[in-house]
Each structure stands twice: as structure tokens, then as C-alpha cells.
RNA sequence: GCCUUGGUGGCGGAAUUGGUAGACGCGCUGGAUUCAAAAUCCAGUUUCUUCGGGAGUGUGGGUUCGAUUCCCACCCAAGGUACCA
């Protein structure tokens, strides 16, 4: 009997949904494991055979936990809100949700082919209203706390009204706006309930603020900073311009320094926790209040190096710091608002396209020095970003290559405050070699001693204080979408007040069009009729769920990353509908042990859901502030182009090494050939066309004639991203049909390592497919003889090397070590059942269906999965390695090489031994003898 | 510019703590089987060579008896980030 695949993953497949092979089971006794992949978008292209890589990874590991014993939470879902599906309803009125709903089918499919271990009774998607209905309830929490800095933790927003009933807000250290009034109890109490929630709106974690936010005019949407690419929006390509408008934000700077300290204790790849660790951006030093000295102010900067105050020749303020119009003279005005307007104009790519000129205006004002009292000239300059810092610098041109580059530019003096250095070329930025003079008390000290000296001097003067400033932003939260989840707010009299959690979920309400509306409201602004939970509905029947009456709803949205900040948690629970978990089964399943995905949501999906981890924490929902202990990022399978060349103006096609690629003055160089993409299913192994097939796919190539080499046309070939427009898509379903889901599984893994960017070439897949072949063949005649002890080393080398490698999740490799140990088992002609039967639990992560057959046709009745991984005994291995000889490599030096576990006896034996062969051999005795402890010993001459 | 990762045959890639570089697979060459093909199996395949042996893991140095591996400098590629004071 032939290997039938086919007929094989059919009936595993169905026999393991049938049987919920892979239930995962809730407070189970056994020790937990959880293991998840990031859960997809369902996009209308389905998937190609770079999506499965990382799904396949965690499914063997999920599959060897499980044999290790674990009970292993293995689930999947969608994330089902997204741009994609709206501008598709934009363009056809499809209702998102129909789109999403054939997609998410067609995905199911596609994974259900391979063959994952998961456990689909808990999928989830985030567009069910059953599901978005505790998004909703994360995001009125965070509207509902105010992050205390004293005991670092978010706390609920009615202690806050408590305490400023009581005392007011001045001993309230908490993370808030800056500009926050200071009052006592009775200013509170007499304020109005608007001013009183404009004042809690400092506080909230989730709060509504005037901001300039990046507004896509064309998307009729505001976009994160994270979404423009070069200055345009990331899908679509179109303008961003900078605008004021009232959003909802996030206030994840209030976490900003548990995020990064968070990075120690979680084992992720470096580069991602570098990623979050600059994306942070955490920066030590000081702030330094400068006095106005013919104007009424302070101007107050932040800086890294207040050691380098002595060196300060200038101050530059960013052109929209709000004192800059207030202290320009009158002498300067004209020129200074000049370059306001112009700066003003210079759209985001101008400003990135020339980062490397100098602009900049005097404004006329003069501050004083806070230690020696000279004047200081103020300028501005578009280098001086307002959002950072406090839109405003000290400029100590020694010290800082930008600051020295505008002195020079504008002929400002340039004070040298460095022992020993020359600074007529550029200046001298190395803190370590740092010593300072003609600085006063400062002199002949190092930078990190005149640092802490000048921050205490700052602080006891009361011109300034040491302060860590930080790059990150709050998040920008709304969206001006429709397919995403409404907010569970209503406004009364202009004062946000969040839904009773009874009335949620908050639905999504139906739309004629998926359009801002004419008066410029989001795309909900078209509803009518809204839905809430109606069980619930006399409780919020005061609410008149109803935004064109007395109660306005919110009509943004949120952004794409709301669904996914908690959806690992929703995995331990996904029919709760109380809750977002249980505190029971959050207690048991804990957190994700092994998260796979790809490296591209480092600033973005990752460091948010990290961010509402740690506010789960403090609410006390959650046993641990970090949401996954391991991660892994795979890498990128690309797609490999195939390009015919056809001569400008004609219909003529030649082949690829017809064309001359480097040399320009050819006549047949390449520039005079257009290069067409075709699709990679037209190409044999040996990057020759199918021409009769390329005719057949489009009607264009009919009439078109073909210059070949060796009579055959050779294409040329280009790495590049899968992508539908390249033609280089390979589906996954065509690789199960031809050569089946083990082949798949076993080949992507083959292709190199997990974490590496790889390119698709199906030709090598021969290579397992041929191997699962030989398998099965192996497994045709089983026997009951007992194992030679050549078979049990060929056995137990392969189950060293593959726990070795799923331990450090090297799936490459041990396909290898299957093949060497099948190649071997056939040379042997070993067709043991006790080698065998753990072959068969060794490679069923791997090839589970084939496995399963295998296992079957041993006599076994039930499923392999519960099975035990076999275990390595290192004495097989030592038996037949005690063999290996001295060598001797020409250069008069020998090296012994003796199995890892002998004795210290075995060892010294050996050495005499060989130590008199070395003698024979060299005709003097060794130098030296060295041994390296239970490994290899090394005699030199 | 800065941060990160990487650079090994025609190709994808192996190589424990430094210890026979090129495992395994693809491709290619030759052979067996076959009327023939497919499939399968066997052998060879870094490179140069006067067949003794040289050279060789991006480049140049260093440490070492010994370096793909460790250290220094540089070059190249990919990804991230950017007037961050």
C-alpha cells in the first residue's frame, strides 16, 4: 500500500474533531502550558504559505508539550475588525461584517488542512459584539482610574473625587496633564459638574484632551504616528496634516518606566525589547528654569547634560513654544512670525525630506544664566521639536553637533567648557572623556560627578530640578471609522459619563453609508437606531441611547489595536459573558507561555497589550503584569518572482541570460527590456517557463514570440514580499493537495531557521515529501525482533537532537535528524516495533497525521497524542563512541576525542595510552597535554 | 546618523563549551532498474592541483597548539528608528 496522504490528514483530521482531540481542559490538575500564535486579520486573499510558518511552530511545540504531559491551551481567532473590510463596504456597501464572516470561513479552511492541534471551541473574534462587549468594559475601567505615583498603581477615580472633597489636589501625586490647576477642597466643591469633570479629565487613564493629532483628510480618519509611513498614511499612501482635534487618548505614559522595567522579566528577543526600550525612550537629566530679563516669564528646558550649563551661548525654543510671540521684540516680530507661518506650511515629508538644514530666528529676548547671570539670546528653530521635552533647549554648542552647527551657521559664540579638548572642528559629545572647566564649582570634575553636583546646586537654588523624561506618547484612541468598537460613552450636557456595564455591549449600529456624514461626523453619525443589551433596558432607559436627542452617544471608534489588548486572557474564558475571565480560570491558566508572531507589531499591538496587562494588574484581574513569558518572532516567507523580459516595443521575449544585466553600452542591455512578473506556478524547478501554460493564463502572450537559450526559456528571479500584484503568491492548499499537509508542516520548518526571513521555492519540497515516503515504507513490514545495538544509537542520537531542538525551538534541524535516522533504520534494515513505536511519538509534532496512521498500523488503538515523548538514555550513544581513534593531523598534534561521561580513571588511562602513541608517532615526547574536562584531550608537540 | 540582526558551496542551510567546515535537503553528474518514462535505489558533487598537496566560512588584524565560533577595526545586506536636547 502506497502512501496515501490524502486519504490519511482526511481521516485524522476528522477523527480529531470528532473526538476534540484538542479540548484544553480548565482547571485541570495537571501542569498547565499556553501556547498561542497572534491571531490573524481575515483578509479577502486567504492565507499563502508564509502565514502558517509561525502557526506550524507553535503547534509542534503545543504537540510535544502535550506528550510531555501538559494540558496545553492551544486557541485561535480573529481579529476582525480592520480597514480593509470598511473601505471594501465603502466601496461595494457590503456590510463589513459579511466580509469578515466569508473570510474568516475561508481561513478556517485553509488551517484546518495543516492539521493545528487547536482548540476551536474557544475561538473568538474581535468584531462579536459578545466579545467587544469586555473591550468595552477594559476601556471604562481606564476611564473609570487615575494612575497613583506614590504607590504606582492605577487606582479608581472615586478615591480621587474623595480625597480632593477632603483636601483638594495638592498632596495628589499622580500621573496627570502638567498643566493642572492646583485648588483645596472648597474650590472643588464649588466648582460645576463640567468643570469638575474637565478637571478629572486630567486624571483619567482614558481621557478626552484637544490634540494635535495627524488628520487624513482623505481617509476622513486621524491616524497614529505608527500608521503614517514617510509622511503619508501607511494604507493608501495619502496626506496626514497636522490638526487640532478633541480625541480620546490613552494615558500609557503613566506606565511608561513599569513598561521598560517590565523587559527584564520576560524572555523576548532582544531586538523587539530594544524596539520598546528606545520606542520608550527614557532619558535622565535635568530641568533648568531660565528668568526672563525684559520680559515677565520663565523659560524652563530640558536637558541631558546640565553638566555643560557653563558652555550655554544660546537658548533655542521650538517655533510653536507657546512664550515665543509673548517675548519676541518688536524689532524682530516681522521675522519671527515669517518663519512661524513658514514652518507652519513645511508639510511632515519636507521637513524629513531636508533634516539636515539650518533655520532658525532671533526673537530679540534675552534670559539670564542662573548661575553667572549673563544674558542669554533666545532664538527658535524648527530643530527644536514642541512636543518633547518642553519644546525648548539650551544650547551648548561644544557639547552638542547640532548646537555647533547652528552657532557656526548664525556666527554665535561657541565657549570650550572641556579640559583638554579642541572643539574648532566640531564638538565634543563623549561623556566618558568628559572633564569640565571654566564652569566655576564645576571645574576638573567628570560628567556624571559635575551632573549630580549642578542637579543638587539647581535644586537648592530653585531654578530647576533632575528630572527622566520620556519619548513615549499617550495613545491616540479614537478612530473616525465604522468597523470598529463603539464607545460605551454618552455625553449629558457635554460630560462624558460611561454606560452601566449591564447595558453592554454597546452595538454597532447599522449604516446607510460608511462615510463621514456631510456635517463631518464619523461614519456612526449616519445611525439611527442603536441596539443595547435589551435585558438591561430600563436600566438605561433615562439614557436615551439616541446621539440626535438629549444624550449624544460618542460615534468615534476604536483603533485596530483595542481587540487585541486582552484577547490571550478572553482564550481562558471565551463564553463568560459576566466577565472578561474568571478569576478561577485566570488563576490556572496564568499567561502565555510561548507567543509567536511577527516582529512588525514591536511598537504597536505588543507594547499596548502590555500596557492594559499591567493596568489588569493593578485592578487586580490578572496574576501577572506581564501577558507572555516567552516570545519568538518568526520570520517572513517571501515570495521569489519570476520575470520574463520583453523588448520595448515589441512583442518579443528573452530569455534571461540572453540579456546583458551590468554592462550599459550592450545592445541587449537590460534597461531596453520591460520586466514582467508572471506567475511563479508557470516556472519548473530549474527557473524554465512553461510557455504553452503561460498562453494559456493570459490571452496577451498568444502573439507574443519567445527568444530562448538552449530551447528553453529561462526567467529571471527576485526576492520580494508575497503579494498577490507580484504573481509570487503560493497557496498553501495547492501544497496539501500535491504533496500534503505533513510535507507542508515539514518542509516549511526545513526551511531554515524559525526566526530568519526565508524565500519560498517549492521546488525542494521533494526532498521531505520523498523522506515521508521512505517512512512509511520503514513501518511496512514491522517486526517484533529486538533491536541491535546499532538501531538503538541511530534511535537514541534522533531523540537527543530533536528535544535538544524543540527545547531551543530549532525545528529545522531535526527533520534532518529524521531523515539521517530513516536513511539509517533502512540501511539497517531495522523494522523493529521497539524502535518503531517512539520513532513514530518523536515525529508526530512534526507529521502528525502520518504519525497517527503509523501509530495505528502498530496495533495501537487510540490516538498518539496522549502518548509519552520517548526518552534519551545517554548509554546506547557511549557504547559504540568509545571507539574513536587518535588522529593525527600532519602537524605534529594529536587530539583524542572520548565520550563525554567517563571516569577520571577512564580518562587518565586513556591519556598514558595515547601519550606513548604520540611519542611513537612524533619521535619526541609531548609538550603538553591538555584536557578539557569530559570532553576532548589534546596532546601537543 | 543611531540601534538590532546577519554575511559559510550553484542554492536553502548544518557545525555542542573554540576541536576533522560544508551535516541534511535541492540542483547537477554518472550508474542500476525499465521496451521507455515516472517512481525508486547506488555513487560523486567547496575550490585549485604537477595528484605530493595547497587554499578556503564578507575584508584586514589579534588571542590560541587550534578560530565559522572569542577580541579590535572596516565593508556589505536586511529590519527598526530618527533633528529626542
Same mark, same amino acid.
Given at each position: ?66 506528550? &510531555? ?24 456597501? &457590503? ?93 472643588? @466643591? ?6 469638575? /469633570? ?34 503619508? =498614511? ?112 513645511? !508639510? ?136 470598529? /468598537? ?95 475571565? !474568571? ?10 507561555? @510561548? ?45 521569489? =518572482? ?31 527590456? /520591460? ?5 511563479? =506556478? ?161 515525529? =508526530? ?17 487510540? !490516538? ?14 557511549? /557504547? ?6 587518535? !588522529? ?54
Amino acid at each position: 500500500m502506497s502512501y496515501d496522504f490524502k486519504e490519511i490528514e482526511r481521516k485524522w483530521q476528522r477523527f480529531w474533531q470528532q473526538n476534540q482531540t484538542f479540548k484544553a481542559e480548565d482547571l485541570s490538575k495537571a501542569p498547565k502550558f499556553y501556547v498561542l500564535d497572534m491571531f490573524p486579520y481575515p483578509s479577502g486573499a486567504g492565507l499563502h504559505v508564509g502565514h502558517p510558518l509561525g502557526y506550524i511552530a507553535s503547534d509542534i511545540y503545543a504537540r510535544y508539550k502535550r506528550h &510531555q504531559g501538559y494540558n496545553v491551551l492551544h486557541p485561535m481567532g480573529y481579529d476582525s475588525f480592520g480597514l480593509p473590510a470598511e473601505q471594501y463596504a465603502i466601496q461595494t456597501g &457590503q456590510h463589513p461584517a459579511t466580509t469578515t464572516e466569508v473570510n474568516s470561513k475561508r481561513y478556517r479552511e485553509q488551517l484546518d488542512r495543516i492539521g493545528f492541534s487547536l482548540d476551536w471551541s474557544r475561538e473568538v473574534k474581535t468584531s462579536d459584539p459578545a466579545y467587544y462587549k469586555h473591550t468595552q468594559w477594559v476601556f471604562i475601567q481606564l476611564f473609570q482610574s487615575w494612575y497613583d505615583k506614590k504607590s504606582e498603581q492605577a487606582k479608581p477615580i472615586s478615591e480621587l473625587v474623595q480625597c480632593f472633597e477632603r483636601e483638594g489636589n495638592r498632596l495628589v501625586q499622580a500621573h496627570c496633564d502638567s498643566d493642572v490647576p492646583l485648588f483645596d477642597a472648597q474650590q472643588w @466643591l464649588a466648582m460645576s459638574e463640567l468643570d469638575k /469633570e474637565q478637571t478629572l479629565q486630567y486624571y483619567r487613564l482614558a481621557f478626552l484632551a484637544d490634540i494635535d493629532v495627524n488628520w487624513c483628510p482623505e481617509l476622513g480618519t486621524v491616524l497614529a504616528n505608527d500608521e503614517i509611513v514617510n509622511g503619508v =498614511s501607511e494604507r493608501g499612501g495619502h496626506p496626514v496634516i497636522r490638526k487640532k482635534m478633541r480625541q480620546w487618548s490613552m494615558r500609557i505614559t503613566a506606565y511608561a518606566e513599569r513598561l521598560l522595567k517590565g523587559l527584564s522579566s520576560i524572555d523576548w528577543p532582544q531586538p523587539l525589547k530594544d524596539a520598546q526600550t528606545n520606542w520608550i525612550g527614557r532619558s535622565e537629566g535635568a530641568e533648568v528654569h531660565f528668568e526672563g530679563i525684559d520680559f515677565q516669564a520663565k523659560i524652563s528646558v530640558f536637558t541631558t547634560r546640565p553638566d555643560t550649563l557653563f558652555g550655554v551661548s544660546f537658548m533655542t525654543l521650538a517655533p510653536e513654544h507657546e512664550l515665543v510671540l509673548k517675548i519676541t521684540t518688536e524689532s524682530q516680530r516681522a521675522q519671527v512670525e515669517a518663519y512661524i507661518a513658514e514652518t507652519a506650511m513645511r !508639510s511632515e515629508l519636507d521637513r524629513m525630506s531636508d533634516v539636515k538644514r539650518i533655520s532658525g530666528v532671533f526673537t530679540g529676548a534675552y534670559v539670564k544664566h542662573p548661575f553667572t547671570a549673563e544674558p542669554i539670546p533666545v532664538w527658535i528653530g524648527d530643530y527644536v521639536l514642541a512636543s518633547y521635552g518642553t519644546g525648548a533647549v539650551m544650547a551648548v554648542p561644544c557639547g552638542d553637533q547640532r548646537d555647533y552647527e547652528f552657532a557656526k551657521h548664525f556666527d554665535l559664540p561657541i565657549p570650550n567648557i572641556f579640559e583638554g579638548v579642541d572643539i574648532s572642528q566640531e564638538a565634543f559629545a563623549d561623556k566618558e572623556k568628559t572633564i569640565i572647566a571654566n564652569s566655576d564649582f564645576l571645574n576638573g570634575l567628570s560628567y556624571a560627578k559635575a551632573k549630580a553636583t549642578i542637579i543638587a546646586r539647581l535644586e537648592s537654588e530653585g531654578n530647576g530640578r533632575g528630572v527622566i523624561n520620556y519619548r513615549l506618547r499617550d495613545a491616540v484612541f479614537s478612530r473616525q471609522r465604522y468597523w470598529g /468598537e463603539p464607545f460605551p460613552i454618552y455625553y449629558d450636557n457635554g460630560i462624558p459619563r460611561a454606560l452601566p456595564f449591564e447595558a453592554l455591549p454597546l452595538e454597532l449600529p447599522e449604516v446607510e453609508q460608511y462615510l463621514p456624514t456631510p456635517e463631518g461626523d464619523p461614519p456612526l453619525g449616519n445611525a439611527t437606531k442603536w441596539a443595547w443589551n435589551t435585558q438591561t433596558k430600563q436600566l438605561v432607559d433615562n439614557v436615551h441611547i439616541d446621539h440626535q436627542t438629549v444624550f449624544p452617544l460618542e460615534l468615534n471608534t476604536m483603533p485596530g489595536w483595542a481587540g487585541s489588548s486582552q484577547y490571550f486572557n478572553r482564550f481562558m474564558d471565551p463564553q463568560n459573558d459576566d466577565e472578561l475571565v !474568571s478569576a478561577e480560570r485566570v488563576n490556572y491558566w496564568k499567561e502565555v507561555d @510561548l507567543y509567536i508572531g511577527g516582529s512588525e507589531h514591536a511598537t504597536t499591538h505588543l507594547l499596548y497589550a502590555r500596557f492594559w496587562q499591567h493596568f489588569m494588574f493593578d485592578l487586580g484581574k490578572v496574576p501577572q503584569p506581564e501577558f507572555a513569558r516567552k516570545l519568538i518572532n518568526q520570520g517572513m516567507i517571501t515570495g521569489l =518572482s519570476a520575470i520574463i523580459y520583453r523588448k520595448s516595443g515589441t512583442q518579443q521575449y528573452f530569455s534571461h541570460n540572453l540579456i546583458d544585466h551590468k554592462n550599459a553600452e550592450a545592445p541587449n542591455f537590460v534597461n531596453h527590456f /520591460e520586466k514582467i512578473r508572471v506567475d511563479v =506556478s508557470l516556472i519548473n524547478g530549474n527557473d524554465e517557463l512553461d510557455i504553452e501554460a503561460l498562453k494559456a493564463w493570459q490571452p496577451q502572450y498568444k502573439a507574443a514570440s519567445f527568444e530562448l537559450e538552449n530551447g528553453v526559456y529561462t526567467v529571471g528571479r527576485e526576492i520580494e514580499k508575497m503579494s498577490k500584484r507580484w504573481h509570487n503568491v503560493v497557496n498553501p492548499d495547492q501544497i496539501c493537495d500535491q504533496y500534503g499537509a505533513d510535507s507542508l508542516r515539514l518542509y516549511e520548518m526545513f526551511l531554515g531557521p524559525l526566526e530568519q526571513s526565508k524565500p519560498w521555492n517549492t521546488a525542494g519540497i521533494t526532498g521531505v515529501h520523498s523522506f515521508l515516503k521512505k517512512l512509511w515504507r520503514l513501518y511496512e513490514q514491522f517486526n517484533e525482533e529486538t533491536p541491535t545495538p546499532e538501531n538503538l544509537k541511530t534511535l537514541h542520537k534522533t531523540i537527543k537532537k530533536v528535544t535538544e531542538d524543540l527545547d531551543d525551538f530549532s525545528f529545522n534541524t531535526s527533520v534532518s535528524s529524521f531523515m539521517i535516522c530513516v536513511n539509517e533504520l533502512t540501511a539497517q534494515k531495522c523494522a523493529s516495533r521497539a524502535i518503531l513505536e517512539p520513532l513514530a511519538v518523536l515525529i =508526530s509534532p512534526y507529521a502528525p497525521h502520518i504519525a497517527e496512521e503509523l501509530w495505528q498500523r502498530l496495533g495501537h488503538a487510540e !490516538s498518539i497524542v496522549r502518548e509519552r515523548f520517548p526518552e534519551f538514555d545517554a548509554s546506547y550513544l557511549v /557504547e559504540s563512541e568509545k571507539e574513536y581513534p587518535v !588522529s593525527f593531523n600532519g602537524k605534529l598534534r594529536f587530539k583524542l576525542m572520548l565520550p563525554s561521561d567517563l571516569s577520571k580513571e577512564a580518562i587518565e588511562e586513556a591519556v598514558m595510552k595515547h601519550h606513548k602513541t604520540a611519542q611513537q608517532l612524533a619521535g619526541s615526547p609531548p609538550k603538553k597535554v591538555i584536557i578539557v574536562p569530559g570532553k576532548i584531550i589534546n596532546i601537543v608537540h
